[in-house]
């Protein structure tokens, strides 16, 4: 049990939140509204897996399921990469069992460059923090990572694809995700629950799935919600 990408920005934003995810799963509440918003940020990431033109996919999934199979990925991502293929999407990457799939790598003439797609108009801090949470496990991979860039949903919906490079910004994350990795990865395996109290993390910069678990006692700060959804 490692430290996914998912894994290390929820539990960056509540530890528990975290461990929950490892240990009580079965607590978590998606409201239908998030669902609806996961589902078309998955459609959209399909759809931009062709903004340059042909590209090869590496998604692998159990037989008769649709969890990853990630040591299939990983396979098929190290043969294309051998194989210098241009476009490749989903690429698995594992450094100490800790792991990413990079929505589209793009090759270049020293490396490859990173592009992180999110069906949302607007750049926002937790983007950039996912990107280099990539950057950091393709570079300890050994993978010369060029320039980064988060792939916005623009203006025009002909061509919603909207780079938009945060190379600076999100290499620059690279201290802060070491420093909390192995934390992180050490406190998800504890047999105990941490114990966390409720406050501002509960719904920044997302609203937490575990809300009402946390919340049951009567408290009421419980209806200033914070409609923003996790953007995977
Ligand atoms: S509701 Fe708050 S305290 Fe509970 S897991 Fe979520 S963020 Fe952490």
Redesign the pocket.
């Known amino acids: 049990m490692a430290i996914t990408k998912t894994d290390f920005m929820r539990g960056m ?2 530890p ?2 975290l461990w ?1 995810d490892k240990h009580k799963p079965g607590l978590k509440v998606i409201p239908p509204e998030v669902q609806v918003r996961l589902d078309a940020g998955n459609d959209f990431g399909d759809r931009a897996m062709a903004m340059f033109g042909p590209y090869e996919e590496m998604t692998v999934y159990r037989p008769g399921t649709t969890i990853p199979d990630k040591a299939a990925m990983l396979q098929r991502t190290r043969e294309h990469l051998e194989a210098g293929t241009p476009v490749i999407c989903e690429a698995a990457f594992s450094n100490y069992n800790n792991y990413c799939a990079v929505d589209i790598l793009r090759k270049t003439e020293t490396g490859y460059d990173i592009y992180e797609v999110k069906n949302t108009p607007e750049l926002h801090d937790q983007f950039v923090r996912d990107a280099g949470f990539q950057y950091y496990i393709l570079s300890r991979c050994g993978l010369k990572v060029g320039k980064i860039f988060i792939v916005l949903h623009g203006p025009e919906e002909a061509e919603p694809f909207l780079p938009v490079e945060v190379t600076k910004q999100a290499k620059g994350f690279y201290k802060w995700i070491n420093d909390n990795i192995w934390d992180l990865n050490r406190m998800q395996k504890a047999p105990e629950e941490p114990p ?4 501002d ?2 719904n920044c910069p997302y609203r ?1 799935w ?2 009402d ?3 049951k006692a009567a408290d009421p700060a419980r209806n200033e919600q914070n409609t923003d959804s996790f953007v995977g």
């Open positions: 934003q509540c528990k939140m929950l966390v109290e409720p406050g993390r509960c937490c575990y809300y678990y946390c919340h």
